[in-house]
């Protein structure tokens, strides 16, 4: 088992940052990819980005490249995502997720075993 607990979400203005933390209990933590998704209201839950458990590469989704940052500190068990240039339609609960093994990256939410409770992010335009 693995527990994630993310935080760092609030009230943003547009163009602001925010980095968000998922700190993990549990496993071995870089015996996990880990990776960040995002749920509108009324919307499907959706990938956003991923890392390995190495930490030697990332993806992104389209939609925050160049903008969001995600990196992990394995001796702090902890996942970040750093968001910079924010917009409203970013506005979202924020899930941090983990799989197992380490080294395949996914995107869709049926290839994740844990799951943290959310964080929400707003951003006011």
């Known amino acids: 088992q693995v527990q994630l607990v993310e935080s760092g979400g609030g009230l943003v203005q547009a163009g602001g940052s925010l980095r968000l933390s998922c700190a993990a209990s549990g496993r071995t933590f870089s015996n996990y990819a880990l990776a960040w998704f995002r749920q509108a209201p009324g919307k499907e839950r959706e990938f956003v980005a991923a890392?390995?458990?190495?930490?030697?590469?990332?993806y992104n989704t389209d939609s925050v490249k160049g903008r969001f940052t995600i990196s992990r500190d394995n001796a702090k068990n902890t996942v970040y995502l750093q968001m910079n240039s924010l917009k409203p339609e970013d506005t979202a609960v924020y899930y941090c997720a983990a799989r197992s093994p380490s080294f395949l990256l996914r995107t869709t939410t049926q290839d994740y075993d844990y799951w943290g409770q959310g964080t929400q992010v707003t951003v006011s335009s």
């Open positions: 890392i390995r458990g190495s930490g030697a590469n990332t």
